[in-house]
């Protein structure tokens, strides 16, 4: 296999100077002939030369680069997000650079240092597993700009959020309008802030619509992931719920798996409501009622303000919040 | 927000040359004093310095950077795909870059170009719809080895693919096991080579059942994602077939719930198969009867192909083929 061609071989094989096959690949060759002009032009494509971004970033010190860390590129939430940081980025000249570390602590400083060297311009990071000291450690020193999404802590630095303590307080509103009162809910072991926030929304809005809600009797713990919901199939049963309310999409599509396995029919047997409103939902049997999060437009969102702290460095501190939504299927019975 | 941190920063802040700092930096520092090396070391790591990895990729020629186009990063089959490339691309000292260019032409060509300009060693392109006019045009003329898989044609270059014959085949033979004969495909209106193959085998499977399929009544024509299957409801319902082959698990996941909608049981009305083997296939209800494709071990197989083909850039093409397995659900009744 041939080595990479530089500019120096283009203008070898054209008779001219790298200064003069420069000038004409930058649109500056008016004083030079037509000829020479399109010879260089011709051999560019012939020998299949593309500039060296590498040397130009050194020059330019920017890479029009944005690393994005989100923890899971399995989950569908995050396809839909980075398609709206993708399309926002490239409209503004950049290209979106995307990792999924799983969660894994030691992953998400790898991939942040190894985007680092890279040198993109800044990182959106959409991972609610990262640390305040992972933040603290590599990316203040770095002076890089970042975006924060569903972060664990309230930290200086641009910020994105969605409203989870109004998205748990409709949830609720809505199981209790339903006639639920034994209400599961599925909440992970090591919650982040948001997802306690939408817990912390959830028990106020049922105590608002007149049902007390024992943390002890009623939260099941469960993974936030499909097998998460399926694994926790039978500690659900064993609290004879009317109704489960799973704190994303993919563990209630991994309960009503294990409900079905079980025998039971939803919402016939019991009612299961999600959170996310992520694309699968129209696909499972039941549809399944969740609060939409506005996933594209976090993403796009995301990325507008990150290039708006890049072209101004001092500006105060961004933090916006976006709101939420129910969207009503067939998952959830009236009592 | 502060300027990156430059060796000549570091240099200055440690009162030592930069030939000092980058010698002690690369473990080459023995000759200076320990507390030389330390002050270094230490202000490296409270300044944050990073090093350069773009100064590094002029002089080494490579980023140990792969880049991976996938058609769709929406699709369950890619993510388990590229997590098979990300850890084997981490083992080799590599990080993979990937990009989903949703089958638009131009899309794929600017992320080419934009990973080449980033100088990325190495191409895994798992799109079916990149040309081979593209491939010809923009990947030749780089001299930048790349890995194929799924490709159009049977092209010069570092190929993978997967049995899709043998697949259509095991697919047919099991359906007529089942005692089905009226069978609807679900296959694109432009399909690829390796599209056409499964169907090929589909077709010579019934035969040598002693099926006989008339393309013209039993192909219907649909989109490779959930919603080309659900739009093609009325379409299949109208041929009374007993069963449907749908050439991708999203088809057949869009074909159930549009099932499912005109209150349709299956397969106690009519069988469904689909082909991939997602993780989703286990969550929808019924569970879908599949051709497993080894998603992980195909993301793994054209890493190694393409980092083989790094350390020895003049031997032959490679050529690999993975089989595929049926895997029996609860979607398709014995009649």
Known sequence: MAKKITIRDL?????????????????????????????????????????????????????????????????????????????????????????????????????????????????????????????DDLLKPWHTPYVLFDQNENRAGDRLETDDYQGGHQAAAYLARQGHQKIVVLHPKLPTININNRLKGFVDGLGEAGVTFDAKQWIVPAELTKAGGYQATADVLSKKPTAVFAENDEMAIGLMRGLHEQGLSVPDDISVMGYDNIDLDEYVMPQLTTIEQPLHKIGETATKMLIKRLKNPSMDWQKVKLAVKLVERDSVKHL
Chains 1, 2 share one sequence.
């Open 11 to 135: 203008a070898s094989a054209a008779g001219v100077s790298v200064t003069t096959v420069s000038q004409i690949l930058n649109g500056k060759g008016d004083r030079f002939s037509k000829a020479t002009q399109e010879k260089v032009l011709h051999l560019r494509d012939e020998l299949g030369y593309v500039p060296d971004f590498n040397a130009r970033n050194l020059i330019l010190r920017s890479s029009k680069t944005i690393g994005v860390l989100v923890p899971n590129l399995n989950n569908p939430f995050f396809s839909t997000f980075i398609h709206g940081v993708d399309i926002t980025a490239r409209k503004e000249g950049f290209i979106a650079i995307v990792f999924g570390a799983n969660h894994e602590v030691d992953l998400e400083r790898f991939y942040l240092r190894q985007l680092m060297e890279r040198s993109v311009d800044g990182f959106i990071i959409a991972s609610a597993s990262i640390t305040a000291k992972t933040v």
